[in-house]
């Protein structure tokens, strides 16, 4: 089965720091990764996704990801850290052989210290 | 969250009553889902549809029913069989269950059980 995998749970990084939410996958064919933010009682929010190409992906908010085949990892990047990135992220792998549905890893706490 | 509404945000219920909590969106999108959210397990899959009037069992269907008789709305009903129900709930909805297709999420709703 598709699964995806994030070691860590929580992340602690100072206000304009970069930050770094781990990511590693295990799929079956080509991996479509995803990621999402979620601040408390929300629903989530779509950051972005990998599907093919470059595998420096741009998505919202000034976070990017890069996917990396040889490690099977789709680490979550954003340069300079704010206060207001302080929520809980979510990866997710698309799972093929279960109709495409989406497989989550449990989530990383990051918290943004000013 | 923009597209995808739940109701109500909080819900409280009885012990032995089920309660159905409500999914619209105006997204035009074919697919719906709904998962369940414990803190520290990511998200499960409970049901999802493809298309109006057909729906097929997640992860943890046990104890949930749902319906898809308009293509905006995706109820899910909490039975008295579910034993631990209390949890936050998350709707989505996608365009298809296209492997590359982004699902979009609902603000949530706080179900607990009295």
């Known amino acids: 089965a598709q699964s995806v995998a994030q070691p860590e749970d929580q992340v602690n990084v100072a206000e304009g720091n970069p930050l770094t939410v781990k990511c590693t996958y295990s799929?079956?064919?080509?991996?479509?990764l995803f990621w999402y933010v979620q601040y408390p009682n929300r629903g989530l929010q779509f950051l972005l996704k990998?599907?093919?190409?470059?595998?420096l992906v741009k998505g919202s908010y000034g976070f990017e990801a890069e996917f990396n085949k040889s490690q099977t990892s789709f680490h979550l990047k954003k340069p300079s850290a704010l206060v207001s990135d302080s929520a809980l992220y979510f990866c997710?792998?698309?799972?093929?052989?279960?109709?495409?549905?989406?497989?989550f890893g449990k989530g990383n706490q990051v918290v943004v210290i000013p | 969250d923009g597209g995808i509404t739940q109701s109500p945000k909080y819900l409280f219920r009885k012990e032995g009553q089920n309660v159905t909590l409500s999914c619209e969106q105006n997204?035009?999108?074919?697919?719906m889902y709904w998962y369940r959210q414990d803190p520290g397990q990511g998200l499960r899959l409970i049901y999802y549809?493809?298309?109006?009037?057909?729906?097929q069992k997640g992860d943890i269907a046990e104890g949930y029913s749902v319906s898809r008789e308009k293509k905006e709305s995706f109820p899910l009903t909490v039975t008295s069989a579910q034993k631990n129900p209390t949890a936050f709930y998350l709707c989505?909805?996608?365009?298809?269950?296209?492997?590359?297709?982004?699902?979009?999420f609902g603000p949530g709703t706080r179900l607990t059980v009295l």
């Open positions: 989505a909805s996608s365009f298809t269950l296209g492997e590359a297709d982004t699902q979009y």
């Open positions: 799929v079956s064919g080509n991996p479509y």
């Open positions: 990998y599907i093919t190409g470059d595998n």
């Open positions: 997710a792998v698309r799972d093929p052989y279960g109709n495409n549905r989406l497989a």
């Open positions: 997204l035009n999108h074919d697919a």
């Open positions: 549809s493809q298309i109006v009037n057909d729906f």
